[in-house]
């Protein structure tokens, strides 16, 4: 699954540990996720939508669509 979390991140100056922090991970989740090693969990995806206060779906892209 594509996405497009690390430049959401860059955008807000926000380093992987700043964006692990605010959603309850780990930074190596964050890591795995924005190089595509990991999808997360729905409520993960949600939680992340809000801190960027933007869809799901305008993070996450179906590589199948």
């Keep these: 699954m594509k996405n497009r979390l690390k430049v959401l991140r860059a955008e807000r100056n926000w380093s992987q540990g700043e964006l692990a922090e605010r959603l309850q991970v780990s930074r190596q989740s964050v890591n ?28 996450f892209e179906d590589e199948a669509a």
């Design 32 to 59: 795995a996720i924005e190089t595509g090693k990991y999808d997360p969990s729905l409520p993960l995806a949600f939680k992340i939508a809000r801190v960027f206060g933007l869809t799901i779906e305008a993070i």
